[in-house]
Structures are given as C-alpha cells and as structure tokens.
T-cell receptor, first 111, second 115 residues
Framework: KAGVTQTPRYLIKTRGQQVTLSCSPI?????VSWYQQTPGQGLQFLFE???????NKGNFPGRFSGRQFSNSRSEMNVSTLELGDSALYLC??????????FGQGTRLTVV | DQQVKQNSPSLSVQEGRISILNCDYT??????FLWYKKYPAEGPTFLIS?????DKNEDGRFTVFLNKSAKHLSLHIVPSQPGDSAVYFC??????????????FGSGTQLTVLP
C-alpha cells in the first residue's frame, strides 16, 4: 500500500508570493491533517479535512488555507509569504483512529 | 503554553541497553497518546500508542507506560539498537477538540544509540 505522498519535496519562494502544497493520502483514508514543523515551535497543527470539509483549524493566520477534493487529496495554500513561514510542512492521513501516518513533508524556504 | 512537554532534548545510551524517553502533559482532556520517530528530512513514523484507559502497551521492543495521576508517559526501548537513533516525539489527542485526529506534539528528544 502506498504511503502518504507530498509534492513538491522542496520549494524556494520569495516573500510576498503564494505557494500551494499537495498531499495524497493513503488509499482509503478520508482524513487529512496538515502540520508545520519549525526548529523553534516544533510540530504544530494547521488544519484537518474530512470528506472535503475542514473539521478543525489550528492557531494560524488566515493566510494559511486548505482544501480537500472528492478523492481525499488535499492542498494547502499560503499567501503573502513571510520569512517566518519557512518550515517543513507535513501532511498526515488517518482512518478512524488517532494514529496519523505522515508523508515526507515539503521543505519550504522563503527568501 | 506547552501542553505536551519533553524535557530532555537529548539522550545517549549504549547499544543493547534500555532507552527511556519521557513525556509530561498538562491537559486532562487528553485521552490518547502516541509516540513517533523521526529521521532528518523525513516525516514522523508512528511507533506505538496508548489509550488513557490503559497503563501499558507493548509492541516488540517498544513499551509505552502511562501514569494518568502524574500526567506522565514514557517509552521504553529494549534492547536499544543503533538504528533507533532518531528524534522521538510524544503526541496527544484531546477528545474535546472537535477533531479526533488533531495531535499536540512535544518538542522531541534526540536519541543516540552508541555502538
């Protein structure tokens, strides 16, 4: 069974630009969550989608948004990028339990 | 306010010995706890979990202990192997958060197993 796939793996963007990251969950998993990992803040919850609906959102500004498609694939978007948005963005998919299975992440660098 | 704390940023143990990683939490609404292992430039890998109704769960070399009264859990790895060298994250689920899959993570402990 294929794992969680995130694209792209690496991305360099300029301040003020926007970026879209993609996540394909494990087949059959309908829940997709996004996390941001930075050296100072650790792993922080961004949001969770289930059946195309956002079920919960973490404490992040409105510049961070996401969506989920009918095939459970998810995208997250960050607009008006700031230097502090440089981080590893991780996507995780789940069945009904709390065990989340993570992708390899997208390393975003904002310059 | 850190609800999940891993107070030891690093731990070194000899190959074959026991590794004990600790985690403390403050939110009494946490009902499910998980441990993840993470290598550099990779996503976290799920290791083992425990429900708040249990005090111990074993899976091969990994055992997680939960002490609810102390709001403390620990991961024991026996015997430790060099391939276990990674960052270990403790995570917890808050059943009242509205999302069964929102996890709150600790800051991680770098485990180094010396050959």
């Amino acid at each position: 069974k294929a794992g969680v796939t995130q694209t792209p793996r690496y991305l360099i963007k300029t301040r003020g630009q926007q970026v879209t990251l993609s996540c394909s969950p494990i087949s059959g998993h309908r829940s997709v969550s996004w996390y941001q990992q930075t050296p100072g803040q650790g792993l922080q919850f961004l949001f969770e989608y289930f059946s195309e609906t956002q079920r919960n959102k973490g404490n992040f500004p409105g510049r961070f948004s996401g969506r989920q498609f009918s095939n459970s694939r998810s995208e997250m978007n960050v607009s008006t990028l700031e230097l502090g948005d440089s981080a590893l963005y991780l996507c995780a998919s789940s069945l009904e339990g709390a065990e989340a299975f993570f992708g390899q992440g997208t390393r975003l660098t904002v310059v | 306010d850190q609800q999940v704390k891993q107070n030891s940023p690093s731990l070194s143990v000899q190959e074959g010995r026991i590794s004990i990683l600790n985690c403390d939490y403050t939110n009494s609404m946490f009902d499910y706890f998980l441990w993840y292992k993470k290598y550099p430039a990779e996503g976290p890998t799920f290791l083992i979990s425990i429900s708040s109704i249990k005090d111990k769960n074993e899976d091969g070399r990994f055992t997680v202990f939960l002490n609810k009264s102390a709001k403390h859990l620990s991961l024991h790895i026996v015997p430790s192997q060099p391939g276990d060298s990674a960052v270990y994250f403790c995570a917890a689920r808050d059943i009242s958060s509205g999302s069964a899959r929102q996890l709150t993570f600790g800051s991680g402990t770098q485990l180094t197993v010396l050959p």
